[in-house]
């Protein structure tokens, strides 16, 4: 079983940026592909965004594209997510998954942290 923390949340201004960090520890999840997801208040969760267990591959849901950046250290069992031009509606519940990318669906395994929590102000 991997553990996950998610950090780097806060409140900011629309326009502004965040970065999202997720640490995994437990088994082994570099040979994981990693996404973030999100859950606004009284929303279902949503995707957000995933990378390849090697980095080269990215995903990214419709709204947060060419904002929104994913990345990978596979050495500190890491993944991360630049957020810039952030908009009120990104205002959710943060939270990194390990899975596998199936057809350019990522499919979470079922084990969360308990997420960062990011607040967009107009």
């Known amino acids: 079983q991997v553990q996950l923390r998610e950090s780097g949340g806060g409140l900011v201004q629309a326009g502004g940026s965040l970065r999202l960090s997720c640490a995994a520890s437990?088994?082994?999840?570099?040979?994981?592909?990693m996404g973030w997801f999100r859950r606004a208040p009284g929303k279902e969760r949503e995707f957000v965004a995933a990378?390849?267990?090697?980095?080269?591959?990215?995903y990214y849901t419709d709204s947060v594209k060419g904002r929104f950046t994913i990345s990978r250290d596979n050495a500190k069992n890491a993944v991360y997510l630049q957020m810039n031009g952030l908009k009120p509606e990104d205002t959710a519940l943060y939270y990194c998954?390990?899975?596998?990318?199936?057809?350019?669906?990522?499919?979470?395994?079922?084990?969360w942290g308990q997420g960062t929590q990011v607040t967009v102000s107009s």
């Open positions: 998954a390990g899975g596998m990318v199936v057809n350019g669906n990522f499919r979470p395994w079922n084990s």
């Open positions: 437990g088994r082994a999840s570099s040979r994981d592909d």
């Open positions: 990378i390849s267990w090697n980095g080269i591959m990215q």
